[in-house]
């Protein structure tokens, strides 16, 4: 883990450099290469989970929500008196994951593009990727991991944990 190495980086230096195993110089290549791999890699995992979320998550609640709300139009056509609280409380709560899903999409991006601009120091870099990338990855994760309970089955595109878990 790079960002927990440079608390303890000037000991380590100090150390390797005393008993020869090796030079300030050889432990800060190896220090930027270590940032160099951790933006990179948060940076592909970023890219990763908005594009999942795009083109997989969001796709299947919408049509969700869509077909909710084509059940409780009909319904209310169908009969004037029908119950449709079910079904109601149901797109609402579908519609307001699926807006929660999109914000955090937004705000991923936004943030994975502000990172990209981010040149020169290494280290503050990789804390931007910490401390900001990393929980709009995660706001993204949440409100998926929300729809993957109110979705139905048939329209979820990836396995869902319980699938994972427990063989169906």
Excluded: C
């Excluded at 299947?60 to 409380?89: I, N, P």
């Excluded at 307001?96 to 120091?121: C, E, F, M, N, V």
């Amino acid at each position: 883990q790079p960002i927990a190495w440079l608390t303890l980086m000037g000991r380590k230096i100090a150390l390797l450099s005393k008993y020869g195993v090796l030079s300030e110089g050889e432990v800060s290549s190896r220090h930027t290469i270590m940032l160099e791999n951790y933006i990179k890699t948060i940076n592909i995992e970023a890219l990763l989970t908005s594009t999942i979320a795009k083109q997989q998550i969001l796709p299947a609640a919408l049509k969700y929500q869509g077909e909710l709300a084509t059940t409780l139009v009909r319904t209310r056509e169908a009969s004037k008196g029908a119950s449709v609280g079910g079904v109601e409380g149901s797109l609402n709560e579908v519609s307001a994951l699926t807006s929660k899903l999109a914000d955090a999409i937004s705000t991923l991006d936004k943030t994975r593009t502000k990172a990209d601009g981010q040149h020169g120091d290494h280290t503050t870099h990789a804390k931007f990727y910490r401390d900001q990338v990393i929980p709009s990855m995660n706001a993204v994760r949440e409100a998926a991991d929300a729809l993957e309970l109110s979705v139905d089955d048939a329209l979820w595109p990836l396995p869902k944990y319980r699938e994972m878990l427990f063989v169906y």
